[in-house]
């Protein structure tokens, strides 16, 4: 497969809607003997945050964009059907995004992935409150709290969460992780606001999920809720 050739004819394809021509395409090089799963890594994530950059830089119409993320969406359904599925590793990651389709489509494609890997997946997309997610995580308790976000405007909210998560010891053992175009575009970020982990890609997320199971954010690194700390130090 030469990757970019296959990106490069793929995009015409999604941004103009040819349904039966792209999964012509894709079966092509199925049958080339590449897996769905690089496929899915090698081609379709980079073509996510082609359309997601351009829509958002202005260079790409509202219909453009709609064609081709969910054009883009059938695509990654019909690979994850294709997944070899691994033994469980036992560990469950409760995953949420930012309300844009592009959050939406990268935090799926990543929940296919990763449970294909063996992670036990619970996956509500975008749009739920803060609220909700402190509930859901009490609840269930999992190892991972993967949030993904696109836009900066998402930033507030996945801090306040972490914050609220951490002074009220809600579930010591979970990891808090980001991922998403936002945290792609300003290095540094996942750290200021107290991520214990963040990748930016799928084939980089799971093996820092792997490879990381403990790890956790400093304090030095964590500026969430330092203010208020400082202040009930003072006090």
Known sequence: MNQDVVIEKLFH??????????RNMVNAVLEEGVSHEELT??????????VDTLFRNDQMTTLAHRY????LRSLVDQAQAGYKRK??????????????EGDELSA???ADLAEADGYEILFAGGGIANDEILAEVGQHEPDILLLFA??????????????????????????????????????????????DLWATSP???????????SHR???????????????????
């Not at 081709?68 to 054009?71: I, N």
């Not at 084939?203 to 199971?213: G, H, K, N, Q």
């Open 217 to 235: 954010a400093s304090d030095e690194q964590r500026t969430v809720g330092r203010s208020r700390r400082t202040s009930r130090k003072a006090a």
């Open 41 to 50: 890594m090698s081609v379709y994530w980079p073509l996510m945050e082609m």
């Open 87 to 100: 033994a469980s590793r036992n560990r469950k990651i409760c995953i949420f995004c930012g309300p844009a």
């Open 203 to 213: 084939s980089e997320l799971l093996e820092v999920l792997e490879s990381d199971p």
């Open 150 to 195: 696109a836009a900066p405007s998402d930033c507030p909210e996945i801090r306040q969460l972490f914050d609220t998560i951490r002074e009220i010891g809600a579930c010591p053992d979970t990891q808090l992780a980001v991922g998403g175009g936002v945290f792609n575009r300003a290095p540094g970020l996942a750290e200021e606001i107290g991520a």
């Open 108 to 110: 799926q494609l990543v």
């Open 68 to 71: 081709a993320t969910r054009l």
């Open 13 to 22: 394809m999604l941004i103009s809607g040819e349904r039966d021509a792209a």
